[in-house]
């Protein structure tokens, strides 16, 4: 058994369920900080956002750790990414704009459920979950899932 | 696909359970107004592009707003008067504490009632007597890019409080902290006070 790609897979699934309960937490910070991207206007969404996406990052990180529906989990995980690292970027680039300073010194709490982060390291860690799933999606990460080896189906 | 289904339906699921989940339909923004690009604690945001800070200072961006409201911004120096102000032990003049439960239990502004303006049902019954008694209201958050006492006034005088009542002390207590005013930590009078510098 390919240990490290048990270890990618736990880590990412560790990570969104980390992500995803400090926010769920805290809803109404998260609220608050998901309001600061003006993305959308009705408070219905908003609310709905700010209520759904950090649970959903729970079950999606359950998901991994249990390793159930590995490469589906890390599809949906690569569609959230890409679209929220784009909106993190921006925002850290109207920051930067705003205050006049290096790119990497704009600090700020994107809502990501991590605290207050630079955004060069902001935008590293995001990278690196982007590879993770990118990888799971590929198939890797099927060890010691609850599919594949504890109710022992073969894989297509 | 089906991950996207079940986790949504895991999601609002897990909201509604939850005693800290949102209600969907309640608008948590009375006051509408977004801040795309919020000024950083010590630095200057004058001209912002695409946000609504241009050409106008954070200080004056906000008095704006409260104007538009029909809301009154108090400064650092009319709020201290109002807390030294006799009519203030009398409960005529009230201060309003409009953040969290565990902000508040770190220290507010002596006397100061707490009302939390996403938790609105938990409060009203204990802030909506003493409002309606109240001659001036001062309604404060943490300062600086906080526009929770907006929000905060702005649910009040839904309910019933007269605008002219509302004042919203824009600097916090954040900026009360700094002018070295007494702060009481924990349970409204609790009698635990700090920084009585003046």
């Known amino acids: 058994m390919d240990a490290s790609t048990v270890l990618a897979r736990w880590l990412l699934g560790a990570a969104f369920l980390h992500m995803g309960l400090s926010k769920a937490l805290h809803p109404v910070d998260f609220l608050k900080l998901l309001r600061q991207y003006d993305i959308v206007q009705s408070s219905l969404l908003l609310n709905s956002m700010a209520a759904a996406l950090p649970w959903f990052e729970v079950f999606c990180g359950l998901l991994l750790l249990l390793g159930i529906a590995v490469r589906g989990t890390a599809l949906t995980l690569m569609v959230m990414l890409v679209p929220f690292t784009g909106l993190v970027l921006h925002r850290a680039l109207l920051l930067q704009s705003a205050l006049a300073i290096p790119f990497c010194a704009v600090k700020f709490d994107c809502g990501c459920g991590t605290g207050e982060e630079f955004i060069c390291r902001k935008l590293l860690e995001n990278f690196l979950l982007l590879l993770l799933s990118v990888w799971l999606l590929l198939g890797h990460g099927r060890q010691l899932s609850l599919r594949f080896n504890l109710l022992k189906s073969s894989p297509q | ?178 002018n070295s005013l007494p702060v009481e930590i924990g349970a409204r009078n609790s009698g635990n006070l700090r920084n009585m510098n003046k």
């Open chain 2, 1 to 178: 696909m089906l991950v996207a289904i079940f986790g949504a339906a895991f999601a609002f699921a897990a909201n509604q359970i939850s005693p800290l989940g949102l209600a969907l339909t309640r608008d948590y923004f009375p006051s509408g107004t977004v801040h795309s690009v919020r000024p950083v604690a010590g630095l200057k945001v004058s001209q912002v592009p695409g946000t609504n800070f241009e050409a106008l200072s954070p200080a004056q961006s906000l008095a704006a707003q409260m104007k538009e409201r029909g809301l009154q911004l108090l400064d650092d120096r009319q709020a201290a008067l109002l807390f030294h102000d006799p009519r203030f032990k009398q409960d005529i003049i009230v201060f309003i504490d409009a953040r969290d439960e565990e902000h508040y239990q770190q220290g507010h502004v002596p006397g100061a009632y707490q009302f939390d303006p996403y938790h609105p049902e938990k409060y009203f019954n204990t802030v909506l007597p003493v409002c309606q008694k109240a001659e001036q209201i001062v309604v404060y958050c943490n300062g600086g890019d906080c526009d929770d006492s907006e929000s905060a006034a702005l649910l009040l005088r839904d309910v019933g409080i007269s605008n002219q009542k509302l004042f919203v002390y824009g600097g916090g207590i954040a900026e009360w902290q700094t």
